[in-house]
């Protein structure tokens, strides 16, 4: 038996895993399933590949870190992206939930990002077509790790990425004072502002992270495989999966419930067939609603 479907699911895992915490970090503070979120990632990797374009328009085409795909205008334009696609949640709250927020009503909310997830699926359709598009068509031989498990040098990559956003995430909620107060206000925001915390900074801080985040797992898709305007919305399910299993608020049970969700389907083409994979994330969504809502690392709320 290959064990394949293990090195597969991982990678797969860490993508979900970190777009995952930038969800849980929304409900957890802004208390609404945010359905932008997978948009986001769509727009952090066409973003990136246009700073890309624009690089290579103004300075000669770099050459490759070999043995990878990409190079240094990569790496830039990645940075960059990131705090594009936060500003562009910002933005979007700035103009959309921020009025709603008054109302009181989640479910409002709910529906607003709803909403505003097809306008902005449809404005990058509208602004770079339907057509796949990729940040390197570099042929990549894949690395025998042994037990029939290989993997691209970009995967590993990849990986090595994920890492280290997850450990920046950690120490960025548990050693600075921005993340202290943004445990606080999830935990109970009146509470947070008797005290003098400022919420409206952290809600700030809360989309600019988010953006940032889904902008990273754009990138990693958008490296490894392709880059399409429904390449978000196609990852929402098993971001929702992940971050309610991991446990609302929890970074590392986001990425936990990632890696589970990913190895879960990754099994699921090798044994029982590519077309039952999206099933996948639907079955552990329903199944840790009704044993565990709470999910692994998540508290009960009393």
């Known amino acids: 038996m290959s064990l394949q479907f293990l090195a597969d699911g991982l990678f797969a895992g860490a993508l979900i895993g970190l777009g995952a915490v930038g969800l849980t970090l929304t409900y957890s503070i802004l208390r609404f399933s945010n359905f932008t979120h997978g948009d986001f990632i769509s727009w952090g990797a066409y973003l990136t590949l ?38 562009l949640a910002l933005l979007l709250d700035s103009a959309l939930f921020k009025p709603l927020r008054r109302t009181g009503h989640g479910i409002v909310m709910v529906i607003a990002s709803f909403g505003a997830s097809l ?39 990849m990986m090595g990425l994920a890492l280290v956003v997850v450990i920046a ?23 947070a502002r008797v005290v003098g915390i400022d919420v409206a900074a952290v809600i700030r801080a809360t989309w600019l992270i988010g953006g940032a985040l889904a902008c ?3 990138i990693m898709l958008g490296i490894t495989v392709q880059i399409r305007p429904q390449m978000g919305f196609d990852l929402l399910l098993p971001l929702f999966a992940a971050a309610i299993l991991g446990g609302i608020g929890s970074v ?27 099933a996948v ?3 552990l969504l329903i199944a840790v609603l009704l044993i565990r809502p709470r999910g692994l690392f998540g508290v009960r709320e009393g």
Not at 134 to 154: E, M
């Open 50 to 87: 246009a700073i890309v374009g624009g690089i290579a328009g103004v300075i000669a085409p770099a050459g490759r870190f070999m043995p990878f795909s990409f190079g240094w205008p990569l790496i830039v334009a990645g940075l960059l992206a990131m705090a594009l696609t936060g500003l």
């Open 119 to 157: 306008a902005l699926r449809a404005l990058l359709e509208f602004l770079f077509t339907s057509e796949p598009a990729y940040f390197s068509r570099a042929i990549q031989i894949a690395v025998p790790l042994g037990l029939g498990i290989r993997v691209t040098p970009d995967q590993m990559a």
């Open 169 to 191: 995430m950690h120490l960025l909620l548990t050693r600075t004072h921005i993340g202290r107060s943004m445990r606080a206000v999830s935990e109970n925001p009146a509470l």
């Open 216 to 218: 990273v797992s754009g």
């Open 252 to 278: 590392w049970g986001a990425i936990l419930g990632g890696l589970i969700v990913g190895i879960a389907e990754a099994a699921a083409v090798q044994w029982v067939g590519a077309e039952f994979r999206s």
């Open 281 to 283: 994330a639907f079955v």
